[in-house]
């Protein structure tokens, strides 16, 4: 007599464990339905797994290890798109990722360590263009970062320090005049800042503590 394939409507979870309805052991074997494709062993996901989005399109495909993500991972945009791509160690980001925006142009891409971001990354505008550019530390912004306008001019560059802005900054007008340049401390301006107007005349310039304005220049 053929054996009737499992699917997942034929299952429930508790707890964290799938079981076939109405029993109260953690299910083991193959499902193969419309939509999923893989492997339980004692409730947990097991080994190769690809599911598929209603319309038929390919939504992800992966590995699981004692139900937990492991290995190369692919999901996708409901159109077919490659939505990213990466590596899972212990159901956490390892490694590099990418990140697509959905007319395929890539959106981000950098490294990951214990699921945390840790090393260069980047952005880019949906037309291509780099957004911006800068490090990672224990998933702070650390180090230098530039920023630009989806025209490719430079929009602002500093420095971070554990995720807040410290130091020289640099601001651009749309067309690439200066807009205004300062420093930073703690995340908050301190000392000089001028500001200027997009034709290059100086629009204003003040003294900042803490971030808040204590002396203001005509």
Known sequence: MKQIPTTMDDLVERDGLYYKKFTDVPFT????????????RNGEKEGPWVEYQDNGQLSYEGTYKDGIQEGPWVQYYEDGQLSYKGTYKVGEEEGPWVYYHD????????????????????EYWKNGQLRWKGNYKDGKED???VHYYPNGQLSSKGTYKDGEKKGPWVLYWYKGQ??????YKDGEKE??????LPDGQLS???????????KQYQ
């Open 191 to 196: 000392g000089p800042w001028v500001y200027y």
């Open 143 to 145: 180090g230098p970062w």
């Open 29 to 40: 074997g193959d499902i193969t339905d419309k939509t999923t494709q893989g492997t339980f």
């Open 103 to 122: 007319n395929g142009q890539v959106w981000y891409e950098g490294t990951y360590k214990d699921g945390i971001q840790d090393g260069p990354w980047v």
């Open 178 to 183: 200066l807009s205004s340049k300062g420093t």
């Open 204 to 214: 204003d310039k003040g003294t900042y503590k803490d971030g808040e304005l204590v």
